[in-house]
């Protein structure tokens, strides 16, 4: 028996509705970097989150140095030297880093802050580990990176010695990742513990010790990851062999479909715009991907050439026709389907059933009205072709309540109404987030087969392997402007980092040439 | 598959498949506010004179169906407010506003009723259409400014409460035809504005009634079968996704609230231009600077009928239906306020009976599970 | 001159219970709970604070010491009284808008039913004299004398109290920074170990307090210790909450919204003393629509830009993250 510093053991987590884990083992060892794979929703986060205190298992129990602990909250965890980078960022915007990183352990005389002692001591962590910052400055002022490394400070500011790290590489430039792993190395050799959650198989082969997989719930085994490769891990992962390509003939290129001059978008959240004079063209029969890290303007771009925001400057052509100030219906009619990044929050009215929800951008058209009233008949025959055509999957087919289908089927819905209204772009925003293998072949597929019907295909994606299989052009925005046009079969993951991350550059000259 | 085919209904969204569990859930939930509001009322009643408390409770509770005239003629306004308030609750406004709509509604009646000289058979039409239009006008503003200056409709309406009530009240006690300053109220109206009696004896019900309920049921046509509707409720549910589907939300916005602020106004008009039972009088108003009790009712009604306009049709004949008891409770000393502490405590506990309601069924399930399980063990 | 020390000396009693319930609005928003209730709460502590007051003012106790006890009691009675909606907004995660307005509606009728069966009256008359003249030495100062410590009420000292420890609890204390951080971001708070049930309780609780002593202070200062179910306290408890996005949430704006309103509202009532307002014409019931007027042009120009506490009015599941 070897000695653990963390033993998670037979842990079995239930949601109504889902085991998220089955009966799962992790052991961890002082001192290592101990990676946890697995697809989005394979359970990875929820067996973290009772690690550190924010659920209960219903069965299992916890170790810590051979001890049975029980842990009911994060306080627990904190006293047990638990501490964790959330993949969304648990910081409070308007205050100050100092702010966030004592919040929960202030140093106080009475109640009273005493807040140079606090600062005094998160200066010197900021020193000792090369993360420097500004403790004065407020959180909704800083970078992403920036806001990581004081989430790392706080975990560092409450002494802990266990550090887990939720999926920390997603909001990050390749270069910013390669500075985060150098990071968790450096505490690992310091004799502290490193849980990492990822998907991403290079990270893991690059930082870490060991390496646990999960799928669907279930525990499926621990390597040595020297001992192991990279198709290795991903087949415990997916369960088979992936195939990472994507089966497409080359474009046959048209005429243009899509032409934007100048976009320009001010900020919602500070005094620069958000998307800087951006001009550029998509035509039929090709799939243009806006590639890029998380934040660089993508969505005020979409919001903007969508309509659900407005521009400052620049100018819109669809199909010919100038839609600069047209209202979000004109530029559906005109041909524009949008396949939305935030499926809940903007795709779908989830206490509407899918019948509803398949005309939510045509139930004003005369096939489903008149006078004003719907025609329910229509409405439902219309419905049930779509489900049946797409393979839209529900407990009571068409009268189904959205809200209780799967993500994937959801996702599927969006598409099937996006594909099926009259279009001539399909704009696709991350079209693939959250969803498993199954469903993300599938969508590749039918943006394939968008492009394949003469249709011209505006993607957005933050995924790499995405960018490069799926796109027949990539576009790379970076701090609110296109720095760059790479042709996938011409270039390489790295090169496109570079790029995401504002090291390289094409010149305006060269972009506007090519475009 | 054979699930889908014979659960394939012939028409419709067929809502009923849909919200069979939803609807039924908002009735219980429903009954049990009022049960927990009924018996905070008995304990108050209790707690202030323990002797006649059960007789009091009693004609609270049934001593409205004795004169079930008067019960529908006092639902008529609070219909009308429960509509206002429901109809923008699909929408997810909340128009606490109701009570200076309707007190709008009512001054402008007045006015016609007083002012305009219209022959007998369409004096009270004309008055009734501008009770609507002065409500409309009192609902537009919070409207416009929740579409255009993103300025919380709640605030808002709180705030053109009081000015309604203190302009309303200004302009009445400024005109010396609609008012009588010795009397402190309003003149009485003309007959020929006063809507026409439905005949039965002692009670002044009226075509009011019949008008509220025919309304209701426009409304929900409305809110079920047309493509506004369609799109009202989408907002309500996600404004986000309403705009993505390309909806004009700012328009719905002021839309809903000029259709809202039209149904008090014309509960304030219904109320006013009632008949009464004593030959050569009239109804009246006291502009003594109180906000209309009738609008904040109507949120009573509407959260009763889960915003529902037929639910709102029954919950607004409840709602009258004790407010009758309340005031016949006068007969062993209580006074008809505790009626407005049951309603406050009905308001109160519909906000989570939803909840509530769920857990308590969860808590019956598990104990009828752990009798299966035991009698299974038995049976082993 | 004159007119402006009497514009001061009205304004002032006027102002500090819009003050006070403003900052407690304020607690309980920036905890995260949206308080539409405190127009109730404020009657409920008037109500009792009066109660109080009717129960002692024969004993022969010194004014000024029994309205530092009516506070207290009305302080308890608010605090009780919130726990109604901290219980359903926090606890049973109910609509924290229609518990408010529900607790709005109840408080009136019960002191409209419980004073007519018990005083046969609308609510309760004291006659304790609560006004002072002249305070001792402070009244001696020119000008700030005058001013701030003559014709005044015991309440403006004490309002000014309060609203400094309010600014030293919100910004320096332990308390203060995870009651805010409740308000913004309740997962963030949750994920240090902070109790956001608790704090938001505790907010509430505040607003309680706050609005139960406001409530009291509007019937000595506005009232004359008097209280009434009819008109209750003439929708101070909504105008505290315009003052309190007006103060955008801080508690120093919110004491010079406070003022700006109340110098309003003053200003409506003393036409008559105002011989170049009072030559107008205007009738009078155009200025007591003032301050609601001026609350809806204040949240026009303001409210697109106002920055609300950004998790305010979403009941906090632990089980949702």
């Known amino acids: 028996m070897e000695n653990y510093i963390v033993e998670m053991l037979n842990i079995t987590k239930e949601f109504p509705g889902i085991i998220a884990n089955d009966n799962i083992t992790l052991n961890l060892k002082k001192g290592e970097v101990h990676a946890l794979l697995g697809e989005n929703g394979a359970g990875k986060s929820t067996l973290m989150s009772v690690l550190f205190g924010l659920y209960q298992a219903e069965k299992g129990e916890i170790r810590k140095n051979g001890q049975v602990v029980k842990i009911n909250n994060p306080n627990d965890a904190n006293a047990l030297g638990i501490g964790m980078v959330h993949q969304h960022f648990k910081l409070v915007e308007i205050f100050t880093v100092l702010e966030n990183i004592i919040l929960g352990v202030e140093p106080n005389k009475l109640g009273f802050l005493q807040k140079s002692e606090a600062k005094e001591k998160v200066m010197a962590l900021s020193e000792k580990y090369g993360l420097s910052i500004n403790p004065d400055a407020l959180i909704e002022d800083i970078s992403v990176g920036m806001q990581q490394r004081v989430e790392i400070l706080k975990m560092l500011y409450r002494d802990n010695e266990i550090l887990i790290f939720d999926e920390p590489t997603a909001v990050l430039t390749p270069q910013e990742i390669k500075e985060l792993l150098k990071i968790m190395r450096g505490f690992a050799e310091e004799g502290k513990s490193i849980l990492f959650i990822t998907h991403k198989l290079n990270e893991i082969m690059e930082v870490a010790d060991r390496c646990t997989v999960l799928r669907k719930g279930k525990y499926i085994g621990t390597v040595n990851v020297k001992e192991s490769n990279k198709e290795e891990l991903s087949k415990m992962m997916v369960g088979r062999d992936v195939n990472f390509n994507v089966d497409k003939k080359p474009a046959e290129i048209k005429d243009v479909v899509l032409s934007v001059k100048g976009v320009t978008v001010p900020s919602k959240h500070h005094k620069n715009n958000a998307v800087k004079d951006v001009s550029f063209e998509v035509r039929a029969g090709e799939i243009v991907c806006l590639a890029g890290i998380e934040g660089n303007g993508q969505t005020e771009f979409v919001a903007a050439l969508t309509g659900l925001d407005k521009m400052s400057a620049g100018t819109i052509t669809l199909s010919g026709k100038d839609i600069t100030k047209s209202s979000i219906r004109e530029r559906s009619v005109s041909g524009m389907s949008h396949i939305p990044e935030d499926r809940h929050k903007h795709g779908l009215v989830l206490e509407y059933s899918l019948e509803q929800n398949m005309v939510l951008q045509r139930y004003w058209q005369p096939e489903f009205q008149k006078n004003g009233f719907i025609k329910f008949d229509a409405v439902r025959k219309y419905a049930e072709g779509l489900i049946e055509r797409f393979d839209v999957r529900s407990g009571q087919g068409p009268i189904s309540v959205v809200r209780s289908m799967s993500g994937g089927n959801q996702q599927k819905a969006i598409i099937a109404r996006e594909i099926d209204k009259k279009h001539d772009l399909l704009v696709a925003v991350q079209p693939t987030r959250g969803l498993d293998v199954g469903a993300i072949e599938y969508i590749h597929k039918q943006l394939v087969e968008r492009r394949d019907a003469g249709k011209g295909v505006l993607l957005v994606s933050l995924e790499l392997d995405e960018v490069m299989n799926v796109s027949d052009r990539i576009l790379v925005m970076y701090e609110g402007e296109i720095v760059g046009e790479l042709d996938p079969k011409n270039t390489t993951v790295q090169e496109l980092g570079l790029y995401m991350s504002g090291a390289k550059r094409n010149t305006a000259k060269e972009i506007n040439h090519a475009g | ?380 | 001159m004159d007119t402006i020390y009497y514009l001061i000396q009205n304004m002032l009693p006027v102002a500090i219970p819009l003050l006070l319930v403003a900052l407690g609005g304020m607690f309980s928003e920036r905890s995260g709970v949206i308080n539409i209730g405190l127009e109730g709460i404020m009657l409920f502590g008037a109500f009792f604070g009066a109660l109080f007051v009717f129960t002692i003012q024969g004993a022969g106790i010194n004014a000024q010491l029994v309205l530092l006890m009516g506070m207290v009691v009305a302080a308890l009675a608010g605090f009780v009284y919130s726990l109604l909606l901290s219980f359903a907004a926090v606890t049973m995660k109910a609509d924290q808008t229609i518990t408010g307005t529900s607790l709005n509606m109840l408080i009136p009728a019960a002191v409209l039913l419980f004073s007519k069966m018990f005083f046969n009256s609308d609510g309760i008359t004291t006659n304790m004299g609560f006004f002072i003249r002249k305070m001792p030495v402070l009244g001696d100062i020119p000008v700030l004398g005058p001013m701030f410590f003559q014709k005044t009420y015991l309440t403006v000292i004490i309002g000014f109290v309060i609203l400094i420890i309010s600014v030293i609890i919100f910004y320096k204390t332990k308390f203060g920074l995870r009651l805010r951080a409740c308000g913004e971001h309740p997962q963030a708070a949750d994920s240090v170990g902070i109790n956001v049930y608790f704090m938001r309780y505790a907010g509430v609780s505040l607003s309680g307090i706050l609005g139960g002593i406001g409530g009291f202070f509007y019937s000595v200062g506005i009232l004359d210790g008097n209280i009434n179910g009819h008109s209750g306290v003439a929708g101070f408890g909504f105008l505290a909450l315009a003052v309190m996005i007006f103060g955008q949430w801080k508690p120093i704006r919110i004491m010079f919204a406070a003022l700006f309103f109340a110098f309003l509202r003053t200003l409506a009532y003393s036409i008559a003393l105002i011989p170049f307002l009072n030559d107008l014409g205007i009738n009078q019931t155009y200025y007591k629509m003032l301050p609601y007027v001026a609350t809806m042009v204040v949240l026009a120009f303001t409210s697109k830009k106002s920055r609300a506490p950004k998790a305010e009015g979403i009941p906090y599941d632990k089980a949702k993250r």
Do not use: C
């Open chain 2, 1 to 380: 598959m054979q699930d889908k085919q014979t659960q394939t209904p012939k028409k419709g969204f067929d809502l009923k498949q849909l919200t069979k569990s939803r609807g039924f859930s908002a009735f219980t939930a429903a009954l049990l506010a009022i049960a927990l509001g009924l018996i905070f009322g008995f304990i108050v009643m209790i707690l202030a004179n323990p002797d006649k408390a059960i007789s009091g409770f009693r004609y609270v509770l049934v001593g409205g169906l004795g004169r079930f005239g008067d019960v529908l003629y006092f639902a008529t306004p609070i219909m009308m407010t429960g509509l206002a308030v429901g109809f923008a609750f699909r929408m997810g406004l909340f128009n606490i506003g109701a009570s200076g709509q309707y007190t709008m509604g009512m001054f402008f009646a007045l006015y016609v009723g007083f002012m305009w000289d219209l022959p007998n058979g369409i004096h009270w039409i004309v008055a009734i259409f501008a009770g609507m239009l002065g409500g409309m006008l009192w609902g537009i503003i919070p409207g416009l400014f929740k579409a255009f200056l993103n300025v919380n409709e709640v605030i808002t309406s709180i705030m053109f409460n009081y000015i309604g009530m203190y302009l309303v009240d200004m302009i009445i006690q400024g005109n010396g035809v609609i008012y009588i300053a010795s009397k402190s109220r309003t003149n009485y109206l003309p007959s020929t504005v006063q809507i026409p009696s439905l005949g039965i004896t002692g009670s002044n019900v009226n075509l009011g009634i019949i008008f509220a309920i025919i309304i209701a049921i426009a409304l929900f046509i409305v809110l079920e079968r047309t493509t506004f509707g369609y799109e009202l409720k989408a907002t309500g549910f996600n404004k986000y996704a309403a705009d993505y589907a390309g909806m004009k939300g700012k328009r719905n916005i002021v839309l809903t609230m000029v259709i809202a602020g039209g149904l008090a106004g014309m509960g304030g008009a219904f109320a006013i231009l009632a008949p009464s039972a004593i030959a050569g009088s009239s109804m009246t108003y006291e502009p003594i600077n109180i906000i209309a009790a009738n609008g904040f009712n109507g949120i009573a009604v509407a959260l009763l009928g889960s915003s529902n306009p037929i639910g709102i049709i029954f919950s607004a004949t409840f709602i009258s239906h004790i407010q009758r008891g309340g005031t016949l409770a006068n007969l062993v000393g209580y006074k008809p306020e505790i009626i407005d502490i049951v309603i406050a405590v009905i308001i109160y506990f519909s906000a989570f009976a939803m909840i509530m309601n769920a857990a308590i069924g969860r808590f019956i399930k598990a104990r009828i599970n752990k009798r299966h399980q035991k009698t299974e063990k038995e049976a082993k």
